[in-house]
């Protein structure tokens, strides 16, 4: 059975994370997602995600093309959580390309194309505009 791991926040989910989840699975016959803790995030984006760990958990859990999902304590465990999960391969986007091939010795790694247009921060951004009609 071909293992397939990747990891990210998940936050406000949209389709630009259906879509990478669903290309991921594709690749291999199980998917497990790591999802950044509430504190995690903090430390990377500085800020804290507008849905609990609890709530973003829940949410990917529940998809067809996901298979295990755990929580991402700390970015310096990646090669651990690689390794207990026995990763055939690592899925990140793009916007990653060529950070993760150190771990190129313990499982492939592959850069997905990212969806254009969307993201968490673009949300977050739309939905504080005050409407001006
Ligand atoms: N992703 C994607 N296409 C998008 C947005 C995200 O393929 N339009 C992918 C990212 O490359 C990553 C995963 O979804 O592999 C989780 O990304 P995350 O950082 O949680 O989502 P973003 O929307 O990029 O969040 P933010 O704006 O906070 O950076």
Redesign the pocket.
Known sequence: MKKVI?F????IF?V??V??LERARALGDYLIVGISSDELNFSK?GRNPVYSIAERLKIISSLRFVDEVFVEESLELKAQYLRDFDADVLV?????KGKFDIYKDICDVVY?E???S?????IIEVVRQPRDN
């Open positions: 990747t990210g926040t998940f936050d949209h630009g994370h879509n990478i984006k990140m986007g793009d916007d990653w997905l990212r969806t254009p969307i993201s968490t921060t673009e």
